[in-house]
């Protein structure tokens, strides 16, 4: 469930003015006076349409061809470039040079920013950041993922030797909140426990064993929703999860067009720990704002809050299958 098995290692759970980066190239310098990486003719040649992270499109000519990491600022963006501790709102859709198909859509999110922790080429984009800016990422798989073969990463109809495309768009950049700490088994709940919520219309049916251990069941007759659609079946009484929490979480997730089980930490038998912003949004947004002892059931179409539709495909999935939810919050622990 991780925020983006492409974008950062799994291990990461993510002043100067940027006076001289202007849109059509990669000059500036980052928060420790470093230069930025440049452009280069085959990043500037990248032209999109639609929203990043969202429904992105590439309108410029594929194939691409790449070989060295370059960068362009697309939009300049203004303020303060970010400083390494600090968290930026990023959006980010990542592109097959090679067909131009979007491989991920991310929609925004907050990342942690500490110069060096992230992949190569994402440090290179993020240690210039600056709020508003887009941007554009060229290079070759093997540059970016050096040492990687594209199927670990469940990546088809792609070589070593392919390009890879990234845009990104930053927004509002603060001070990073300090890491949450833990919780004992003894201090969770062991199911969600509260009020009953009636979920709304079309939304899959929730039944709950002795254990709380859900099964979930798709409206007969009713198609799964193009959007990422949230609803509370409990509602808690407990804190309230904040963003950048860590949360202890029971969850299910089965495809709406089957009814399959895919992961489920009822089958694991212990809740699992993550922190809110290291998730994919679909979790994310179910999640934040929310009471311990709640729980949440999350509708999440591929390209609206999930994997996208290539990853979902690498997974076994089909690529337009919609994923299903059932958490229940147990506890949540809030950033110093």
Known sequence: MKLSRVLVPTAIVGALLLSGCSAG?????????DACLPSGSVSDSIKVKGDVGVDLEITSKVPVKANELERTVMTA????????????EVA?????GKTGEALQQQPEAPMPFTQGSLLGWADEAFRCAVPGQKVAMTASFDKMYEGMDPAEMQLTDITKDDAIVVVMEFGKIEKT?????????????KKAEGKAV??????????????????????????????????TLIEGDGEVVEPGDRVYVHYKGVIWRTGEEFDSSWS???????????????????????????QIISVVPAEDGGYGAAQLEGMGHQPDDVMVFVLDILGTVHSE
Request: hydrophobic share 30%.
């Open 92 to 96: 980010m859709t990542m592109f097959n």
């Open 77 to 88: 963006g203004e303020g303060d470039v970010i400083k390494d501790g600090q968290t930026v």
């Open 25 to 33: 190239g990669g000059a500036g310098k980052d928060g420790s006076g």
């Open 268 to 294: 694991r038998g212990e809740p699992i720990p993550f922190r809110t912003n290291e998730v994919i949004p679909g979790f994310t947004k179910a999640l934040e704002g929310q009471k311990v002892g709640s």
């Open 177 to 189: 909140k300090g890491e949450p700490g833990t919780l004992e088994p003894g201090d969770l709940l």
């Open 198 to 231: 009636a979920a709304p219309e079309g939304f899959p049916t929730v039944k709950l064993d002795a254990d709380g251990k859900p099964e979930i069941t798709m409206p007969e007759g009713v198609d799964a929703p193009g959007e990422l659609s949230v609803a």
